[in-house]
């Protein structure tokens, strides 16, 4: 038995399912980017904002990449199982609002048929850092990316996000139809700015009146989203199983926590996602720099340090002492000085959720899946919060750490000497710089801090940056992880 429309009936009574008819659902969002995350935030919020007061907002998936989703949730009529976990058990819901899923390398001119129908007024983004084929050291269009190239010569038949979108804008400019929104969803700092500029660079290389026409008319709100949402695993399904009595192909598993700030710019129209939870708000930039310099720097930091330290997931890693004051310390001595929230915002309480967050022990968060793409991510989740630090001739020891893990990661040998299977777009050349230099620390990060693309060309020239990833790492080579993090974790400045 499988889940699907006709099996929905069938579940137990404490499991939530759609309280509304998707049979007549409209599809008035496309997301790009069908992922798990995605599944266990937007489409929950959408699905909330449906169940209170229906309208026409059913959610096309695409799929840039894979099939896999696609081809899990085709057979289920796209339903699938939410299931949050906490220390206290776990809860099922079946989520409806997402109502076909398509695989954009297998049919884009299906793809592109969705994202022009009329009825279709907003395209929200989870494709992560590298999705957007920027510089993440700048935020500009990568223009050498071979996608973008590629999207350039042949623009009826696009691979990329900005390719499909710039495309889908054009066909909408050229019979009449209103522009719709695009929401950045993804860990970029004032993500609706980088999308928008994206855009209409692509635009302009194509056409500037096309560039103006989209730059005049589309609305790139900014929006930041915070749920932890590990990867699925054959246990969860099989735990899936249980709780409905049928299979779910592609369940997700997530913690109650879940939090989506979002700029209220949409010229075509939303669902009422305020009305379920959503903030909306003039200005998201407070918010998303929280989020990214607090959750998304502790857990890259105990990424790599805490799978260099031989722990698997984030639940093991923090339940370490020295890792748990560690964390606490970064966030409390050299993050929160360089934050200025809105009136009201309790970033105490804030932090100390994330420490609950963080040692949930029913998420298996796996401190590999957090690893992976880290030169797409540590611009915005550690880099820039450096560079403040260092304007401001304050310490960086415990950000310098975490910088000095990831380049101890990307050289590809564990300290028991095994293999990592680094997973970055930059992996090939991050892995032949690291086999130039050796284990030796001052060669190793002088070749990394000069890959431009991640370190940009300021802070690879910065004296003290440079000596406190060198030193950082140098020890990371002659003592090891749990060592240094047990040192930094007692011993690092709090000026």
Known sequence: MRLNARTLGTL???VRRPRYDRAGLETGIVHIGLGAFHRAHQAVYTEDALDRAFGPWGICGVSLRS??????????????????????????????????????????????ERLVRPSVRVVTVTVTEKG????????????????????IANP???????????????????????????????????????????????????????????????????????RIVPATTAEDRAAVARLLGVEDAWPV??????????????????PAWETVGAELTADVRPF???KLRLLNASHSCMAYLGYLSGYETVAQTIADPAFARFVAGLMDAEVTPTLAMPAGVDLAGYKAALLRRFANPALKHRTWQIAMDGSQKLPQRLLGTIADRLAAGAPIDRLALGVAGWMRYVSGTDEQGRPIDVRDPLAARLRALADEAGPSASRLAPALLGVGDVFGGELPHHPEFVRAVTDSLDRLFTRGARACVEAAAGEARTA
């Open 12 to 14: 137990p009574d404490g």
């Open 156 to 226: 009826g038949a696009p691979q990329t996000l900005p390719g499909f979108l710039v495309e889908a804008l054009a066909r909408r400019r050229a019979a009449g139809t209103a522009p719709f929104t695009v929401l950045s969803c993804d860990n970029l700092p004032e993500n609706g700015v980088v999308t928008a500029g994206i855009l209409r660079r692509f635009a302009e290389l194509r056409d500037p009146a096309l560039a103006r026409w989209i730059e005049d008319g589309v609305a790139c709100p900014s929006s930041m989203v915070d």
């Open 67 to 112: 099939p896999e989703t696609r081809d899990a949730l085709a057979p289920q009529d796209d339903l699938y199982t939410v299931l949050v976990r906490d220390a206290g058990g776990e809860r099922a819901r079946v989520v409806g609002s997402v109502t076909e899923s398509l695989v954009a390398p297998e049919d884009p001119a299906a793809v592109l």
């Open 288 to 290: 998303e720099r929280m």
């Open 132 to 151: 957007y084929c920027h510089e993440p050291a700048t935020g500009a269009l990568d223009e050498r990316h071979p996608g973008i190239v590629a999207d």
């Open 253 to 270: 598993v997530t913690e109650p926590f879940s939090q989506w700030v979002i700029e209220d710019r949409f010229p075509a129209g939303r």
